[in-house]
């Protein structure tokens, strides 16, 4: 005959219960167990704690397969065998932003209006130079621009200018004349072929030339200029540079792009991206500070896709950073909730602290015993804990504040009535992630194995610190504090309101035989 389910889990409950009435509250209650087991809880939270300190960012992208899948195993081939995904990074003259006002929402394709620099003079010589400089100086090998990938139409113009005998930088009477010349010569620079051509000279040939060296060291580059992104580049897979012409003869350059060709790591994680993006940062800073007057601000896009890579990076330094925002702000909340259902500010307190040693062991637990690094999946478990863990600490003061008697009785109450509840819900939590740790998506059995421990050692601190510092201090019974309350109400009653009291009893009540009566009264 098979035994029923239900019948063995009442034996277990009712096992658990007899224990804790006859063994675990009688030792707490015992001389001074009470007080050991918080000295011995908060050295175990002081020392996780301070491994928990060490925690850092996760120095990976995020995984979804183990590292004896064959998916895992190809993405790591991949990467390392196989080029790296190209992406484009622009730097632009004469732009200003871009304008989204009347912008539709609701239209993909309605980006708003490129807004033009009106300062913005190529002519002037000394911005000739300027812009000649930031296309021809070496960049920090740091942003892993591709060599021989670099493509300006400055560069190429004042090549073209300096084959047939003019001096660079050019007279700025003869500019608009010499750009126009220019453009006859080499047409491409307003159109899509510019982009693609590697080669930074102008070259007849409107086949790209692939460089043979791919960059042995892949890492990302990105945007800086985020408002830009959109508008701009699909804007400049059509533009190199663009031209006004003048009344008198001649192009005034408008716009000009300087546009460098790089190679990105798909799976790089935030630390990996940062100073990348900060490199970037520093060489527009540095053009931007070298800049004379008539240059305007050079701003800086990229393609969309590298929008997304960036867009990824700041979502998990925010991420890193806000976890502790949350879990800061949740455990305010938390104490305002527990003091809300107890009505006593000491239990509140307890349940903070209670709070934070399991915060610090499950920090620490990460570090040296998982060897986990704070990733994407490890800040939404950290961002949920206060809220999972509040519910056992608020239950257990609640019982144990409004149990009569003294601390010890008290103690036994809150644990005879509650101790099954916190025991079951915490334990049916922690068992439904048993299931997730038999599964292959890495983000699956990561999650389960963290939320595991996290309501393991919630049940721990729950039953061997908050119980203990609630027998040590915790707050007075609210039975008590309405009797109280209520002696002193009489205890503040004016003497006279007692005497206007028997006075208007009848006189038979006072006199003869209500003498009695009136020295109970009395």
């Known amino acids: ?199 930074p000279h102008p070259h007849p040939n409107p086949n790209p030339h692939p460089n043979p060296h791919p960059n042995p060291h892949p890492n990302p580059t990105l945007t800086l200029t985020l408002t830009l992104t959109l508008t701009l580049t699909r804007w400049l897979d059509q533009h190199a540079l663009s031209v006004v012409r003048r009344a008198d003869g001649g192009m005034r350059l408008r716009h000009a792009v300087a546009i460098y060709s790089t190679h990105f790591e798909r799976h790089a994680p935030a630390l990996r991206r940062r100073p990348i993006f900060e490199a970037w940062e520093a060489h527009l800073e540095a053009i931007n500070g070298a800049a004379p007057e008539g240059a305007g601000q050079v701003l800086i896009t990229a393609k969309q896709d590298w929008e997304a890579y960036f867009l990824q990076m700041v979502v998990l330094e925010l991420l890193y950073w806000d976890v502790f925002l949350v879990i800061a702000i949740s455990s305010i909340v938390s104490f305002f909730v527990v003091f809300g259902a107890t009505r006593s500010l000491r239990g509140a307190v307890l349940a903070l602290l209670a709070i934070g040693c399991v915060l610090c062991c499950l920090f620490g637990v990460m570090v040296s015993v998982y060897e986990i690094k704070l990733g994407f999946l490890e800040t939404i478990v950290l961002m949920i804990a206060v809220g999972l863990m509040l519910d056992p600490f608020t239950h257990y003061v609640h019982a144990f504040a409004h149990a009569p008697g003294g601390r010890p009785q008290r103690l036994q109450a809150m644990l005879s009535s509650m101790g099954i509840s916190v025991l079951a819900a915490t334990l049916s939590t922690a068992g439904s992630c048993v299931a997730l740790f038999f599964t292959v998506i890495v983000l699956f059995s990561r999650f389960g194995l963290l939320l595991c421990a996290l309501m393991v050692i919630a049940l721990l601190y729950a039953n061997f610190f908050l119980a203990p510092m609630l027998l040590l201090c915790g707050p007075s019974s609210s039975a008590a504090r309405t009797n109280d309350a209520a002696e002193a109400r009489d205890v503040d009653e004016p003497n006279g309101d007692r005497a206007r009291g028997t006075e208007l009893m009848p006189t038979p009540a006072r006199n003869g035989k209500g003498g009695e009566l009136e020295h109970s009264i009395e």
Request: glycine letters at 4%; charged letters at 20%; hydrophobic letters at 45%.
């Open 1 to 199: 005959m098979n035994p029923d389910p239900k019948s063995a889990l009442a034996l277990t409950l009712t096992l658990t219960l007899t224990l804790t009435l006859t063994r675990f509250a009688p030792f707490l209650t015992r001389g001074r167990n009470a007080a050991w087991c918080v000295a011995a809880s908060v050295a175990v939270a002081a020392v996780l704690g301070v491994q928990g300190s060490y925690m850092q960012m996760s120095d990976e992208d995020v995984n979804i397969w183990p590292a004896w899948h064959n998916c895992r195993r190809y993405l790591l081939i991949r990467d390392r065998l196989f080029p790296q995904p190209k992406g484009q990074v622009y730097l632009l003259w004469g732009v200003s932003g871009v304008d989204r006002t009347g912008a539709s929402a609701w239209d993909e394709d309605d980006l708003g209006q490129v807004v033009w620099d009106r300062g913005f003079d190529a002519s002037a010589a000394a911005v000739q130079v300027a812009m000649r400089a930031a296309c021809d100086t070496p960049l920090d090998a740091a942003l892993l621009v591709q060599e021989n990938a670099t493509l300006c139409p400055i560069s190429a113009f004042a090549t073209w200018a300096e084959a047939r005998n003019e001096t660079w930088p050019l007279p700025p009477r003869r500019h608009p004349y010499l750009l126009d010349s220019f453009l006859d010569a080499q047409p491409w620079w307003l159109d899509q072929h510019a982009l693609s051509n590697p080669n």
